[in-house]
């Protein structure tokens, strides 16, 4: 018997997220995930008018691909999917995974390839600009473990905070946006942590479900050469297979001068993936209530209540600071007293303070009592 919870997602995913209008091709890609939610997804995209293209992925045949892969093969991979994804309108992708760290052991030099021939160009160039897009995960045991739950509780907080109002969301997030969008000098503070830096004329982009599942921040990104001071992430980082922990970056003038980590050598090395790895292409602030606690999935812990993460590489299009990288590594840090607490002030105004928002027009993105 078919999850009736399958149903309230894919509903999610057809029409709130891509909108999905008649005649749009759709690139639906799976990776690792329940062949009845694939087709149950097909099914509403076919009903929605729309015309999918599925490609189902397996995370230990992509290890297999990438630990052997050439400089012309994924070239080769690269030119097709960037085709494919130019001439759609929507792209749905659902990432599962029976073992997190699958790709831990891939070279970081084949990692590379993937990030110069596929992930940049098909995704960065062309699906985050040019397509309405969403990214989800889906739960597993794994992902349960990840999160110290049962696989059944998990499920169950997995389908609860992924099928929220986001309608009611987007509203209540709209004095965020416009705070951020107004705002110039960005200072924040917390245990470790001394960050200045400027978001004058970037804009700021509120997320409700439209790219991401679960949702619930706001996004911009600093002036480019404006950073300065010391992060201490308070979170572990699961990326490219490797989790990182203790990760302390130190800024001048924009660039990451100095990372330390439990794997400094292999930060470095991402750090050092291309020029522009070492600058920040994304400031956010998250505000899911339903989500609350780390799990090694940054599609949750980037929505984390009372958190904040801030992002080497990339600058997405609509909050454009001109930094451009293979890399876009978001790094979570929780405010909330029991991970040490901490102040976010914009203009010299605190805005919040141990990971609640303190102004009478943001209360409503604090979580219930």
Not at 10 to 37: L, N
Not at 180 to 201: Q, Y
Request: aromatic content about 8%; proline content about 5%.
């Amino acid at each position: 018997m078919q999850d009736p919870r399958y149903k309230q997602l894919a509903d999610v995913i057809v029409d709130h997220s891509c909108k999905i209008q008649a005649g749009e091709k759709v690139i639906v890609e799976t990776f690792d995930i329940p062949e009845e939610f694939t087709a149950l997804l097909l099914r509403r995209i076919h009903e929605a008018g729309g015309h999918a293209l599925c490609h189902t992925r397996q995370n230990r045949v992509l290890r297999e691909l990438y630990m052997n892969a050439e400089d012309e093969q994924l070239a080769y991979i690269g030119k097709h999917e960037r085709q494919m994804m130019e001439e759609a309108q929507c792209y749905i992708g659902l990432r599962g995974t029976h073992n997190s760290t699958e790709l831990a052991d891939v070279p970081q030099e084949k990692m590379k390839l993937y990030q110069k021939h596929i992930l940049k160009p098909v995704h960065l160039e062309v699906r985050v600009p040019n397509t309405k897009w969403v990214v989800l995960r889906w739960p597993s045991a794994g992902m349960a473990q990840q999160a110290h739950m049962s696989t059944e509780s998990f499920e169950d907080f997995y389908f609860d905070v992924c099928t929220v109002d986001y309608a009611a969301m987007a509203e209540q997030m709209k004095p965020l946006e416009e705070r951020m969008t107004n705002a110039g000098d960005v200072h924040i503070t917390g245990p470790g942590t001394d960050l200045r830096f400027s978001i004058k004329d970037i804009p700021a982009v509120g997320c409700a479900g439209e790219y991401n599942i679960p949702d619930g921040e706001v996004f911009t990104a600093p002036v480019k050469d404006s950073v300065e001071g010391t992060l201490s992430v308070n979170t572990p980082s699961l990326y490219q297979g490797t989790v990182f922990d203790n990760i302390v970056l130190e800024f001048s003038a924009g660039k990451i001068v100095k990372a330390s980590a439990n794997h400094t050598e292999k930060i470095d090395s991402i750090l050092d993936s291309d020029e522009g790895a070492r600058y920040i292409g994304e400031f956010a602030i998250g505000f899911n209530p339903k989500v609350l606690e780390p799990m090694m999935d940054i599609l949750f812990d980037e929505k984390i209540a009372g958190s904040f993460h801030f992002t080497p590489g990339n600058a997405y299009d609509d909050a454009d600071n001109t930094n451009r990288s293979e890399v876009h590594w978001d790094l979570v840090t929780i405010q909330r007293p029991e991970y040490g607490g901490g102040e976010i002030w914009f203009d010299g105004e605190l805005i919040r303070k141990d990971g609640l928002f303190i102004t009478e027009d943001l209360a409503g993105l604090n979580p219930p009592e």
